[in-house]
């Protein structure tokens, strides 16, 4: 069993719980340039839309489980109920719950059991039905989702699917074998219990990320997307998330690039719309060759805005920018498919085959 990635904060380096350190000393000349993205902000601007490749898979079958145990754990009135629980599923008592990080065994059940007899969690999975009712939709988007792989990847094998309540321990775990779903951190606006986070994170919380949050996860398994290790830029960083995010949205075509990226759809018009402003920026700073920590912080990293950029531009501007890279290589490269692009680790030629240079309209 391999683990992919316990959190989707693999793409969001540093999300979850952690202090974002945000940059105040704004280019000056660069200021003249906010009114541009608020404006884009304020008129709810966005551009329509468009799906990747939509393949042929009407002879695509594929079969998995998909397990619901949502209820399980809110249904346990004894100690020993919840020992036997983890022992026939082994696999969340040691990822899911993390067994390790508790002391032993006792003040492990002791705490689970507590947190599980609390009446709030009744108000979790009241709500957990709610947003997700039978999970017939949250399936139909993974049995999209595991086709697409299937059409690109014969050999692919779709893993095991569990959801469950975790008391917003853990949103998602992901294996080659094992995919586990904590519906409680997707219940989205209006929730009553929401994961300790800053506010722009909990946009990614939304029931519709999960499937599109497990296909980033794959898209940056280095068995898929294979990275010259010695390449310390942060271009290379950049091509890097942009495959991924290239082969998330083909697996689910027409899912908005939004949902991947997290950003809101206003942010991405704004990014579109002024991709000038975002490569010269980039371009002054001289971010592609760079190496340093600290250009890597202001581009890459988790921040809810580039300030650098613009007031107004969306934070991990880099990771986007390398998406945009990827789709223009793409688009010339039209005879590359998807797998022979996701193995490419030559970061520098992707960047100066895709001719990428947004000018001023």
């Known amino acids: ?89 082994t696999t969340l008592r040691d990822f899911v719950f993390a067994r390790e990080s508790y002391p032993n065994d006792s003040v492990f059940i002791n705490e689970l059991y507590a947190r599980f007899s609390n009446p709030h969690l009744d108000t979790l999975l009241i709500e957990t039905k709610r947003v997700f009712g039978d999970l017939n939709e949250l399936q139909s988007e993974f049995n999209q989702a595991f086709v697409n792989l299937k059409y690109y990847y014969p050999d692919f094998q779709p893993p095991k699917i569990q959801t469950i309540i975790t008391g917003l321990e853990t949103d998602l775990f992901v294996t080659d074998t094992l995919i586990v779903v904590g519906l409680d951190y997707y219940l989205g606006k209006g929730a009553k219990y929401r994961p300790n986070m800053y506010e722009y994170m909990l946009q990614r919380y939304e029931k519709s990320f999960i499937v599109p949050s497990v296909m980033l996860l794959y898209g940056i398994d280095p068995r898929l997307n294979e990275t010259d290790l010695q390449d310390k830029t942060v271009l290379a960083e950049m091509i890097t998330y942009g495959k991924a995010y290239y082969f998330a949205k083909h697996m689910l075509p027409c899912v908005a690039d939004s949902v991947f990226i997290g950003y809101s759809a206003e942010e991405i018009a704004g990014a579109r719309a002024n991709q000038d402003v975002i490569w010269k920026k980039l371009v002054e700073d001289e971010v592609f060759y760079s190496t340093s920590a600290k250009i890597r912080q202001k581009y890459i990293s988790e921040r809810p805005k580039t300030f650098d950029v613009a007031d107004q531009a969306p934070g991990r501007i880099g990771t986007w920018v390398g998406w945009q890279i990827v789709n223009a290589y793409a688009k010339r490269k039209a005879d590359v498919k998807l797998q022979e692009l996701m193995l490419n680790k030559n970061a520098r030629q992707i960047f100066d085959e895709s001719r990428y240079r947004p000018v001023e309209p």
Do not use: W
Request: proline fraction near 6%; charge should be positive; hydrophobic fraction near 40%.
């Open 1 to 89: 069993m391999r683990i992919l990635k316990q959190v989707f904060s693999f793409l969001f380096p540093t999300a979850r719980m952690s202090v974002v350190r945000v940059l105040t000393n704004h280019s000056p000349h660069l200021k003249t340039l906010a009114p541009i993205f608020i404006f884009l902000f304020l008129t709810g601007c966005s551009d329509k839309e468009k799906c990747a490749y939509i393949p042929d898979t009407k002879d695509i079958t594929i079969s998995y489980s998909f397990e619901q145990l949502q209820d399980s754990l809110p249904a346990i009135t004894s100690k020993q109920q919840l020992v036997d629980f983890f022992s026939r599923h």
